[in-house]
């Protein structure tokens, strides 16, 4: 897949995969944190979740600006790498308040400004070289599966670490305890009965008073997700010396048009006015959509990761229970891995011995390690399920793309812009099967009132099959639109553009946080269903603004 890519795509590619992994590890438990350890609703967490998301996708502009017009991307990207890792070893700070936290979501957002357009216009630099300029799409595909590589082990690190920690204090994790002992301190909760049956389960029953047994739950479980901050703190050390160690290979790329311009270089590119206007139009047109679709996308980290802890079943059968556990599901992933290059048209016959060594030692260890399950009862914890959606990304990533090469060898691989619109409708898709899941579901308001999950559960095959649809969807308008951007950009606004790209998500994601009231007042099946038709609505209003958007990528 990387054939015939400049070899600074490796060095982006690792980078930005170690930054989303710190990333994804926080989003993974930043949610499930804010209510265990302050109690709070879901509209607050959802202001908090919105406004937070908000900065993360809206100070790349800034960091467009800075880059741009002062620093350059190179300097830019390594300032926001150092400023990301303060703002995670803030916010890993044990025992911290709630103004604490809001400084540090604030430094994080800031780095992750800096950083994120930045290291995506340099990218696009490398594909401005005609050499190169054909592969433009597939690069940022590429691109985004080291995002998403990162992310796919977020979860369970998150998840392990938290795991451990409360391990440390005798306690394990139950989604259903910090809500009951937010309540029992709050003087709130009407029946203890199920909160003495955890005192006398955890820690070895040793807590006879359920008030001490609630203050201690509470700050063992909020310095265990402190720890797994602590995790995306170190995972940025490791982006700093890939982009610091590797320079060279992207260093022709880390030029902007003003400094083009300053050495008067044969490579600058200049656009009449009205090629400028035209282009900068069909971008702000792209953004608009790009809004309602992160606005729905992210609620992977709000309303599906609450219906995941509140709707869905915490343990699974061995069968299930497989997909669940990193030590069982990494091996047979491997495993999937060592059977396409022992089974792969064309590979040599040292690979495909590579392939087969690879796919037998891997489907050992699956076989020991699944063993080590239980037949039932296997616990799964609700962040768990967003490891789906990254790991959907590095395996549908070289379908799509073959698909779309088949496509382009026959003369009928759809737009950039076209594919955007598709992208939106199977958007839809995806959160119509959160409509059929949430039929005859307790609201989330009837579920406040009693306390606890709900008393009727959903197999977890229901989030997985959204995540599966919503991934497709993602493949279709994500790195496509980065693309989209690299390419109809004006050279002068580069950095800027791939920030407005991140300013778009950004309004997307305080969309995401602000429909929260919503989920507290309406039946779970009415919730997913304007999500459906906000993104039915998306698609059509792309189609219908299609040719004007195609005759950018030409003008």
């Known amino acids: 897949m990387f054939k015939g890519h400049p070899k600074g795509l490796y060095v982006a590619f690792f980078a930005n995969m170690g930054e989303r992994f710190g990333y994804y590890t926080m989003l993974a438990i930043f949610v499930l944190y804010l209510q265990s350890k302050f109690g709070w609703s879901t509209t607050q967490t959802g202001h908090v979740y919105g406004f937070f998301l908000f900065g993360i996708y809206f100070l790349p502009l800034l960091g467009g600006i800075i880059a741009d017009n002062v620093l350059g991307y190179g300097k830019t990207i390594l300032l926001g790498i150092i400023v990301m890792f303060s703002g995670y070893a803030l916010l890993a700070w044990p025992g911290t308040g709630e103004t604490f936290i809001y400084v540090a979501l604030g430094v994080i957002s800031l780095g992750t400004g800096l950083f994120k357009g930045n290291l995506q216009a340099l990218v696009g630099n490398m594909y401005d070289d005609a050499k190169y300029s054909k592969l433009r799409d597939s690069a940022f595909s590429l691109f985004y599966m080291g995002i998403n590589i990162g992310a796919f082990f977020a979860p369970s690190a998150a998840g392990g670490m938290r795991n451990f920690i409360l391990g440390r204090s005798g306690f394990t994790y139950d989604s259903a305890i910090p809500d009951l002992a937010h309540k029992f301190l709050n003087k709130t909760l009407e029946n203890t009965a199920q909160l003495e049956q ?149 590979n040599s016959t040292r690979m495909k011995f590579i392939g087969g060594f690879v796919a037998l030692g891997s489907i050992i260890v699956a076989f020991f390690t699944i063993r080590m399950l239980q037949p039932e009862g296997n616990k799964i914890s609700p962040e768990i399920f967003q490891q789906f959606n990254p790991i959907f990304i590095v395996f549908i990533t070289p379908v799509i793309l073959g698909f779309f090469a088949y496509l382009q060898k026959h003369g009928k691989e ?105 989920w507290d007042k309406w039946q779970l099946w009415q919730f997913f269903m304007l999500l459906v038709g906000l993104t039915i609505l998306s698609a059509v209003f792309i189609f219908s603004i299609l040719k004007r958007l195609e005759r950018a990528t030409t003008s």
């Open 198 to 346: 955890f005192a006398h389960t955890q820690a070895a029953g040793r807590y006879t008073d359920l008030h001490e047994f609630c203050t201690q739950y509470i700050a063992s479980i909020s310095q265990a997700y402190n720890a797994g901050f602590a995790v995306a703190a170190l995972s940025m050390v490791a982006s700093l010396v890939i982009f610091i160690g590797f320079r060279k290979y992207y260093k022709s790329a880390d030029v902007t048009h003003k400094q083009q311009k300053a050495s008067h270089s044969p490579n600058l590119i200049e656009l009449t006015p009205k090629q400028t206007k035209d282009r900068l139009v069909a971008l702000g047109l792209v953004f608009v959509v790009v809004m309602f679709f992160w606005m729905a996308f992210h609620q992977n980290g709000f309303t599906l990761t609450i219906f995941a802890r509140d709707y869905t079943v915490s343990s699974v059968s061995q069968g299930s229970a497989v997909i669940f556990n990193l030590a069982t599901f990494l091996p047979l992933l491997i495993g999937i891995l060592g059977l396409v290059l022992l089974l792969g048209k064309g």
């Open 414 to 518: 759809p737009s950039s812009p076209k594919k955007i619109g598709i992208g939106m409708l199977i958007t839809a898709a995806g959160f119509l099967v959160m409509v059929l899941a949430s039929q005859g579901l307790m609201s989330p308001a009837e579920l406040a009132v009693k306390g606890g999950v709900s008393d009727t559960l959903r197999s977890p095959y229901w989030l997985i099959g959204t995540y599966f649809t919503l991934t497709i969807a993602e493949l279709f308008l994500s790195p496509i639109g980065i693309s989209f951007v690299s390419k109809v950009t004006p050279p002068q606004f580069k950095g800027l553009a791939q920030g407005g790209w991140f300013g778009a998500t950004a309004i997307g994601n305080l969309m995401a946080g602000f429909i929260g009231p919503f």
